[in-house]
């Protein structure tokens, strides 16, 4: 009997879930609200975990062609003081593939290969328990049935609702990014202070991370603490404006270190919220969440890890036990709960010693991770 499976979101954790499917034989309804593959910018790029991300790619059978894409320089990370002092300059090893960097969107088109995917399919609510299975409301005002829905969307998650209550919070950190492009030809000295990899700087209450892409290509992220409403008055589209807040914020930091932000071509506000540590929710027959849309947690490496190896352990529970769908979820839900709490912790922690009152914590905190 075929069972009519729908997962909300074209992210890598959705993207995983219905690759891992269609490698079993089951098809799988991809909703995404986006209209096109290409209808807005991918974002940066990823570090794809041993042991997470990468064994998703492995269960997806697409680790070979992960291998290749990817960029294990990428893994360097340099971290100095406000100053411009270089306090670490770590480099991976030869053949180190702990946690090579990808671009989203290679890593999008990998996962997405053959699958069929219902673009422009935005949802506004999920209605699990009705007569012919679980409902799906689109934005469009039409409506279609499931077996088995599974929330992908994200931090904002439309399927949320069908199975918990609780919404995200702001964690009082906010994140402002930018981007520079072309960066080796246009910016040399910062492509050099880049390196391969990453730079951060770590000041009080604030920091600023600059990773390279693909193509010249680098984000730019400064993060602070501050009220959830610090920028009302400011104007998103007033590029210069959002650059003279910035640069008010880390005033006096060194001047090659400010230069990733007077070289920014746009600023986008990201204020972080995230679900409680230990998010869990009563278990709905016919519904699931997985990735942010089921714990959401601090940006610091590993939702989309998180993610994608909940999409892929899901598809391999589900197309174990096709016939007992309510029992596949169970199982995978208490999986995924003992394992996203634990890295709830982390990151929860990690976050407060990254964004702190003392900026040795930072670094006290990147030397526990990753060791001289």
Not at 66 to 72: G, H, I, N, Q
Not at 167 to 194: C, F, K, M, N, Q
Not at 329 to 334: G, K, L, Q, S, Y
Request: glycine share 10%; charged share 25%; aromatic share 6%.
């Amino acid at each position: 009997m075929r069972r009519r499976i729908a997962v909300v979101g074209g992210g890598p954790g959705g993207l995983s879930f219905a690759r891992v499917l269609h490698r079993h034989g089951h098809p799988v309804a991809v909703l995404e609200r986006d209209p096109a593959p290409d209808a807005r910018p991918p974002g940066g790029t990823l570090d794809l975990h041993e042991g997470l991300g990468q064994l998703a790619m492995d269960k997806a059978g697409l680790l070979a062609e992960f291998e290749a894409l990817s960029r294990p320089e990428g893994q360097a990370m340099r971290i100095l003081d406000t100053a411009g002092t270089v306090l670490r300059d770590w480099r991976p090893r030869p053949g180190d593939r702990a946690n090579p960097e990808i671009d989203r969107g290679q890593l999008r088109d990998l996962l997405l290969g053959p699958l069929d995917v219902q673009w422009g399919r935005g949802v506004t609510r999920v209605v699990p328990g009705t007569r012919d299975g679980v409902r799906v409301h689109f934005a469009d005002g039409r409506q279609e049935a499931f077996d088995l829905v599974v929330g992908a969307d994200g931090a904002r998650s439309r399927v949320r609702p069908a199975v918990s209550p609780v919404t995200p919070h702001y964690t009082g950190v906010t994140t402002v990014e930018t981007s520079l492009d072309d960066v080796d030809t246009r910016h040399p000295d910062l492509a050099r202070l880049i390196g391969d990899g990453s730079v951060a700087v770590y000041g009080v209450n604030r920091s600023l991370v600059a990773q390279r892409s693909s193509g010249g290509h680098v984000k730019v992220y400064a993060r602070f603490r501050t009220p959830l409403d610090w920028h009302t008055n400011t104007d998103p589209t007033d590029v210069e404006a959002a650059r003279s807040t910035l640069l008010a914020l880390f005033d006096g930091w060194a001047a090659p270190v400010l230069d990733l932000l007077r070289h920014g071509t746009a600023f986008v506000s990201r204020p972080l919220h995230v679900l409680p540590v230990s998010h869990t929710w009563t278990h709905v027959p016919g519904v699931t969440l997985l990735g942010d849309a089921a714990h959401l947690m601090p940006p610091l490496g590993v939702g989309a890890n998180l993610a994608m190896l909940d999409g892929a352990e899901l598809a391999e529970s589900v197309a174990a036990c096709p016939e007992d769908l309510d029992e596949a979820v169970r199982a995978f839900e208490e999986r995924m709960w003992t394992r996203a709490g634990r890295w709830a912790e982390i990151t929860t922690a990690g976050l407060e010693r990254l964004v702190s009152p003392d900026p040795t914590e930072a670094l006290a905190h990147f030397d526990q991770v990753q060791p001289s």
